[in-house]
């Protein structure tokens, strides 16, 4: 359609369908491999073998290789943070504003709350089934098996990382 009106002739719009189509066909290739590449960043190499190694140890071993499985364990990024800055005026300091005014109007100044800046933010948390836990084994299984997965993943995960242990229904 970018043709100019004399050239949009059916023979010459066939014409110019069949040259572009090599570039959709490029096209579609590079967004699949853009995607598929972007899927395999967010595994690194500690990552896969963290979720391995906790899978292999505690998890079904029948199952270690299918990344599909429901009763999997799982390492994810606790990198999800709600940060959001709270704008703090001269006069009213216990107020909340959702934007900040126009640019210049009056002095401003973006901070954040004092109990966001006093939370612990995580930098991996690992998500791990109940039955694993040996949860209604009672209260002393329960804190074994949870003491034995903490020394797993401290022994293998990178010094200053904080991590969190959430269960999994």
């Known amino acids: 359609m970018l043709l100019p009106m004399p050239l949009r002739k059916p023979r010459i719009m066939a014409l110019a369908v069949i040259l572009t ?18 899927q395999r960043l967010q595994y690194n190499g500690q990552v896969c ?9 505690f998890g079904d071993i029948a199952e270690i290789g299918n ?10 990024d606790g990198t999800d943070r709600n940060g959001d800055p709270y704008i703090v005026y001269r006069r009213a300091v216990t107020a909340r504003y959702d934007r900040p005014k ?5 002095p ?9 800046n ?9 998500e791990c089934p109940v039955e694993f836990l040996d949860k209604g084994k009672g209260g002393q299984a329960y804190t074994a098996k ?24």
């Open 118 to 126: 006093c939370q612990t933010f995580y930098d991996f948390i690992v």
């Open 102 to 106: 126009r640019r210049g109007i009056d």
């Open 146 to 169: 949870r003491n034995e997965i903490a020394a797993v993943v401290n022994t293998y995960k990178t010094q200053g990382k904080i991590w969190l242990l959430v269960e999994k229904q």
């Open 108 to 116: 401003q100044i973006i901070l954040n709350h004092r109990s966001v």
């Open 49 to 57: 073998r963290l979720e391995y190694c906790l899978n292999y140890r």
């Open 67 to 76: 990344i599909s499985y429901e009763r999997r364990i799982r390492v994810l």
């Open 21 to 38: 189509k090599p570039f959709a066909l490029l096209l579609a290739a590079l967004s699949s491999f853009r995607t598929d590449k972007l």
